[in-house]
């Protein structure tokens, strides 16, 4: 997508950005509700309005300043709120609650894959269709890669990210705790790791390999 002026890179990445983020802040509370929390939906959040979502950092200003720099693109929306108390079993539903995120993810990629290979198959009759193709086909490419990556980056074991809460809700009461002491500092963690360059290649690797499962998988 390097040959796409900024414009064109905004319409391609505004819609899979928007909704990656929605989507997955979503699941949390859909799942949480599933499992007895419903403070997600007397809140009215779990809609796909995407402005209901929307951190004016992390949806908007993060992903456009990585995007104009060349960076790898990512972002966040406002965190789902989540009453554990509620949930019928607490510590093991909080461990599907905060898996449901990355989850959604993965099946949002395979959603844009399905675009990209409509894309594909549209008749190229006129230069209006063509353009509609094209721009499809780039904004398929862009919805697998920012839920893909959004994915492998909630899955890092760091809290607050979703993989910390999965590895909290595996360990011991008494480990679990300690563990979780980590949080205030989740987001300075990440931003270390992210100067450094050291969560790209951290993330590099298996984001490369779930987009190639992803391309092979629907022959794109």
């Known amino acids: 997508m390097n040959n ?23 699941a949390h509370g859909w799942v949480a509700q599933r499992l007895g929390d419903p403070t997600a939906m007397m809140l009215g959040r779990l809609t796909l309005n995407p402005i209901k979502h929307i951190d004016p950092v992390g949806t908007v200003i993060v992903p456009l300043l990585l995007m104009v720099t060349g960076g790898f693109i990512f972002g966040w929306a406002k965190p789902v709120p989540i009453t554990w108390e509620n949930l019928k079993h607490p510590k093991r539903d909080m461990v599907l609650v905060a898996a449901a995120g990355p989850g959604a993810n993965f ?10 290979k409509l894309a594909q198959f549209l008749p190229d009759v006129s230069p209006s269709t063509q353009s509609v193709a094209i721009g499809l086909f ?35 009461g008494p480990a679990a705790w300690k563990f979780s002491r980590i949080e205030p500092y989740g987001f300075l963690i990440l931003l270390v790791l992210l100067m450094t360059n050291t969560l790209q290649v951290i993330l590099g690797p298996p984001v490369h390999l779930l987009n190639t499962i992803i391309f092979q998988l629907f022959r794109l």
Not at 107 to 116: E, G, H, K, N, Y
């Open 4 to 26: 796409l002026s900024v414009v064109q890179q905004i319409a391609v990445w505004a819609l899979p950005v928007l909704f990656a983020i929605t989507v997955h802040e979503v």
């Open 107 to 116: 099946v949002m990629a395979c959603f844009w894959a399905l675009i990209m």
């Open 138 to 172: 780039y904004m398929g490419a862009a919805g697998i890669r920012i839920n893909i990556l959004l994915m492998v980056l909630n899955l890092l074991p760091i809290p607050p990210l979703d993989g910390g809460r999965v590895v909290a809700g595996f360990l011991p």
